[in-house]
């Protein structure tokens, strides 16, 4: 089962841009960035505290199942 981090919309909801949540997390722009655009394949136990704290979210909230591709065939 494919999952992805829905942080960018998580992010926008807590009203924080990708700058000001590398620095409330002590993390680089560049990381969130990655995480966002799905290049990121694992995340930290770190990382999801840090984020959940500063999103003011739980850690399942981090992790959504991706919709799966029809095949052809």
Not at 23 to 40: A, P
Not at 45 to 55: G, H, N, R
Request: hydrophobic share 35%; charged share 30%.
């Amino acid at each position: 089962m494919p999952v992805f981090v829905p942080l960018k919309r998580l992010r926008q909801s807590a009203g924080l841009t990708q700058a000001e949540l590398s620095v409330k997390i002590g993390f680089s722009y560049q990381q969130i960035q990655k995480i966002e655009q799905g290049k990121i394949k694992m995340l930290s136990l770190e990382m999801i505290d840090k984020l959940c704290k500063a999103l003011r979210c739980k850690p399942g909230d981090l992790l959504e199942e991706m919709p799966n591709k029809k095949t052809d065939g």
